[in-house]
């Protein structure tokens, strides 16, 4: 615990206690920012050596020297020795305190106080004993009160924001979550204005680099944290230790700033944060281990139905008619910044985006593999989705179903897929599917335009390697993306030149012209119109 931890109270605590009936005669005002930690009694020309800082020094003047040089002398040094009162008890050596004692004060900025003859040195002590034992258990009472915030905060599904929340409540700080490469995940309270915001973001990356090479300065061990001070704002930053996939260490950092000085309560808020927010952004908890999706996953295994499971992942508070899933589809396009800083990264062997992603979507079932995300959001049946901006800022474009009990999930699925291709083509954040009934669709009997879809594309089934399946979802994608081929072959991860092949074999099997807009609009009208999983049978 460091001097400025110790356990004090105000210098105003003191003079405002009746019973003492002290008084401050010398030294400057603003006694309420004045501490005192401890107090002492010495009848010696020098207690310098036996002085720790903070001390409301007693003293009857016994051995003080007589003239004012000597006096000046003795109040230098236990100013020096970090006194922070000098109390002086009048009667019986001295009938009032000397002038030249309260001069001295005065000159070196040491509150003086005087003691009446009633007043008895251990009865000033008791009363700051005791003033500091209150603080003690108002600052324990207060840590405890925090605490148990954060750990209920910590068990709400949306724990990262949640956590911080509780953290910016209790310490009246800004509370920021970044990754090693500065990227802003969450925050909780005042958002200060420029250029704060970057400062803290810029001493989080310091000192996650740091970290993450495990040396610092001529070679010590790397700092697990890092304070800033200037212009009146206070910055901190605490590192979150993890483990990428491969082995290699990550590390988030938690950064916070405040316009005063951390206390101790505040520091250990900000530690009891610190741990929780590492738990949760620990594998286990990013993959949403418990025993009910294990359970879930157990009678998958033994050949029970998506449908029959279900109910055991979904909220425990809603009836079986609410139980709907929206699902999600995503592709990975982080920016280049991100690509150089971790050349080789997956998105998804990092646990902490993994917990980002668990936090900003609302669940823990996600499964990344590589580039791709695909994940299941417990909904009602009438929820509307939304793309959380997190994902957007660490490099996700998404595809999101509308709400599908788990009986529909194999074409809620399809839906997203296709809402992940449109918000590629359209270079957007996301895209919800729809069904829109205001369109040509509508015009349409839908068995009508199903036969003539199936009819459209059945010349497809004379196709060869590699399928009628493939040829379509060429089709639709190169459609979806405006005939762009070299979009549609890092969509589908294939050569351009296969994209041509295959766009000449349909034109040629279909016997149509694909450069002809018309031909163009036709064949995407009758993939709209195909019917579900007609065109995706072999994935």
């Given amino acids: 615990m460091t001097k400025s931890e110790q356990p004090s109270v105000p210098l105003s605590t003191l003079l405002a206690d009746p019973a003492l009936g002290l008084r401050q005669i010398a030294g400057p005002a603003g006694e309420h920012r004045v501490r005192i930690s401890t107090v002492g009694t010495t009848e010696i020309e020098d207690p310098t050596p036996y002085l720790v800082g903070g001390e409301l020094l007693l003293t009857a003047g016994v051995r003080l020297p007589l003239e004012a040089e000597g006096i000046d002398t003795y109040v230098r040094q236990v100013v020096a020795a970090g006194v922070s009162a000098l109390g002086f008890g009048v009667a019986p050596v001295h009938e009032e305190v000397p002038p030249e004692l309260i001069a001295a004060c005065d000159r070196h900025g040491l509150p003086l106080l005087r003691l009446p003859p009633a007043t008895p040195f251990v009865a000033v002590g008791q009363a700051a004993y005791a003033a500091i034992a209150e603080a003690r258990n108002r600052e324990l009472r207060e840590i405890s009160r925090a605490q148990s915030a954060l750990a209920t905060a910590a068990a709400r599904p949306d724990a990262l924001r949640a956590v ?75 590192t979150l230790p993890g483990a990428d996939g491969d082995g290699t260490t990550t590390t988030l950092a938690l950064g916070q700033a405040a316009t005063t000085a951390p206390t101790l309560v505040h520091r250990q808020v900000t530690g009891t944060a610190t741990v929780l927010l590492a738990l949760l952004t ?136 296709r809402a992940l291709r449109r918000a590629i083509a359209a270079e957007v954040p996301s895209v919800v599917h729809t069904e829109d009934p205001l369109t040509v669709h509508g015009l349409v009997p839908a068995a009508d335009a199903r036969d003539l879809a199936r009819t459209r594309f059945a010349p497809l089934d004379r196709a060869g390697a590699p399928g009628a399946s493939v040829l379509l979802d060429t089709l639709r994608t190169w459609l979806t993306l405006h005939g762009s081929w070299d979009r549609t072959a890092a969509t589908l991860h294939v050569h351009r030149n296969t994209v041509r092949h295959r766009l000449a074999r349909v034109g040629e099997l279909l016997d149509v012209d694909l450069q002809d807009a018309g031909v163009r609009m036709e064949l995407w009208f009758a993939l709209r119109w195909l019917p579900e999983g007609a065109d995706e049978a072999d994935e």
Avoid: I, N
């Fill in 164 to 238: 911080l929340a509780q953290l910016s409540a209790h310490t009246g700080a800004w509370a920021v979550l970044y990754d090693a490469q500065g990227t802003e995940l969450f925050s909780a309270g005042p958002r200060p204005a420029s250029p704060t915001p970057g400062r803290v973001r810029v001493l989080a990356v310091r000192t996650t680099a740091r970290v993450r090479a495990r040396t610092g300065p001529a070679g010590r061990a790397a700092p697990a944290a890092a304070a800033d001070h200037q212009g009146g704002t206070h910055l901190t930053v605490h």
């Fill in 282 to 417: 620990s594998p286990r908890h990013a993959l949403g281990t418990d025993t009910h999706s294990a359970g879930a996953l157990v009678r998958l295994m033994l050949g029970a139905a998506p449908a029959e499971v279900a109910p055991a992942l979904a909220r425990a508070d809603t009836t079986e008619a609410e139980r709907c899933w929206v699902v999600v589809h995503g592709r990975h396009t982080p920016p280049h910044s991100t690509q150089a800083s971790r050349p080789g990264a997956p998105p998804g062997g990092d646990p902490a985006q993994l917990a980002t992603l668990a936090t900003a979507l609302g669940t823990p079932y996600l499964h990344v593999d590589g580039a791709e995300l695909k994940a299941l959001v417990p909904s009602g049946p009438d929820a509307r989705p939304e793309a959380p901006a997190q994902a957007a800022d660490l490099g996700w474009v998404l595809g999101f179903s509308t709400p599908a009990p788990a009986s529909d999930l194999p074409h809620a699925d399809r839906r997203a897929a």
